[in-house]
């Protein structure tokens, strides 16, 4: 009788504390705080040995239950096991998916359970995540006119977004230019004015598309072609020869700046460093000049052209197609992406414009660098110098000097190699040079859209 009891109150014992056992852990990664017409649920849960017995996830909207997901329905495709113990779901949960959506509150509700106690018992959870639904596209309308665009350069569209807490911006091809704030460019009252900067590359087909997009917090997309014209540009071509020389002094200097990339520096091996400098290591350089402009500010520093350098001689252009040789020999093919502009040595650099110093140091290919922001994504490129003199983070004024002209980085002699970049993609200097481009293409615009000066 007595081992009759206690085997009734272990039994009893281990059911109470399977009761207590906790459930699966159930994540709701996305969606955020709304579901619009596209939107897909990215779910995990977890259970020790991936053992579940239940998992049930539904979105409630007005007292109506639509299934979104069950494991042990025909509903369950959409999920992956990760890991032993882990099991994701990604299911559309969209006005798509689910055609009586509205717009307005839901809730998502998630169920899951576990087998404890050899599956007499099951440990269950759920978890519920409050949304609002927004089935309407974003409004988008272009204000301002007359956009000309260059081959290689860039231009300004003025337009209105609604409602305001879109994101926004021109995508051309496969490039987007973000929008920003119309106040940014001293636009006044309408807080959904936007302003963007965006350029047609040098190596884009002239047909590519460029339309304004915009995209709401739920995931809805508009998508408006933007009426312009485009110019075509001819690009020089070029043949540069490398000699041995050249690569002996450029080398060895290149790989003490940047160890990392462990160069060889033996004569018979500097024509393949130089192919890994002018290759790689450019390849880097650029992704370094995108990396940057996401620092740009959401303020436009200046109000006029930007200054050229003075009493400089041009020695290649933007875009100029390279092709290198080597003992006679065809080694590379790379696009110069800027100004070469030629002075004497030790000569001061100055600001082509007003901005914030983003880098000034060691830029590899471009030696030492210093790279300003102007704001909207714009930023101007002031590479192979012998000195810097300024420090990130630094205001400076156009027209204040910043260093002195060098032959650092893979330069053959002394020089300026200068460019304007937008959102880190180089774009052709000589229009920012050019105080009637900027009236016209820029100040117009903004002051037909109501810039306060």
Do not use: C
Not at 32 to 52: C, N, R, S
Not at 108 to 113: K, P, T, Y
Request: hydrophobic share 45%.
């Amino acid at each position: 009788m007595a081992v009759s009891i206690l085997a009734l109150l272990i039994v009893g014992v281990g059911w109470v504390s399977a009761g207590r056992a906790a459930g699966p852990d159930i994540r709701i990664r996305q969606p955020g705080d709304f579901i619009g017409q596209d939107t897909t649920l990215d779910l995990a849960v977890e259970a020790p040995d991936g053992l579940l017995s239940a998992l049930d996830v539904t979105v409630e909207q007005g007292g109506t239950s639509f299934p979104v997901y069950s494991l042990n329905a025909p509903l369950n495709e959409g999920a992956t096991q990760d890991s032993a113990e882990s099991l994701y779901v990604m299911r559309p949960i969209g006005r798509s998916a689910i055609a009586d959506l509205r717009t307005g509150d839901a809730r998502i509700v998630v169920r899951a359970a576990r087998p404890v106690l050899y599956g007499f018992r099951q440990a269950e959870s759920v978890v519920t995540k409050d949304v609002q639904v927004r089935l309407e596209s974003p409004q988008v309308t272009v204000l301002s006119t007359f956009h000309y665009v260059n081959h290689g350069g860039a231009e300004l569209v003025v337009y209105r977004v609604a409602p305001d807490d879109v994101t926004s911006g021109v995508r051309v091809g496969e490039q987007t230019y973000p929008g920003y704030p119309g106040s940014a460019a001293g636009l006044a009252g309408d807080a959904g004015v936007r302003v963007a900067f965006f350029a047609l590359l040098h190596d884009q087909d002239l047909a590519t598309p460029i339309e304004v997009v915009a995209e709401d917090p739920a995931g809805n997309t508009t998508a408006v072609p933007l009426d312009h014209r485009v110019f075509p540009k001819a690009f020089a071509r070029s043949r540069i020869t490398i000699d041995d020389r050249f690569l002996s002094r450029v080398i060895p200097a290149m790989a003490a700046a940047n160890p990392d990339l462990n160069l060889a520096t033996a004569p018979e091996a500097l024509a393949d460093s130089f192919l890994r400098v002018n290759r790689d290591l450019r390849r880097q350089n650029n992704q370094t000049l995108v990396e940057l402009a996401g620092r740009t500010a959401s303020e436009m520093f200046w109000r006029d052209a930007f200054q050229p350098l003075g009493n400089a001689s041009v020695e290649a252009g933007f875009a100029d197609y390279r092709t290198y040789l080597h003992d006679g020999e065809e080694i590379d093919q790379q696009v110069h992406l800027g100004f070469d502009l030629a002075v004497t040595a030790q000569v001061p650099i100055t600001a082509a414009q007003r901005g914030r110093v983003l880098h000034a140091g060691n830029l590899g290919i471009y030696g030492t660098a210093v790279v300003l922001d102007h704001g909207l994504g714009v930023q101007s490129l002031y590479a192979h110098l012998s000195s810097v003199e300024v420090a990130p983070d630094e205001l400076v004024d156009k027209g204040a000097v910043i260093g002195r002209s060098g032959m650092t980085g893979l330069a053959a002699g002394d020089h300026l190699h200068f460019t304007v970049l937008l959102q880190g993609q180089a774009v052709n200097p000589v229009e920012w040079w050019d105080p009637k481009w900027i009236q016209d293409r820029v100040l117009r615009k903004l002051d037909e859209a109501g810039r306060v000066r």
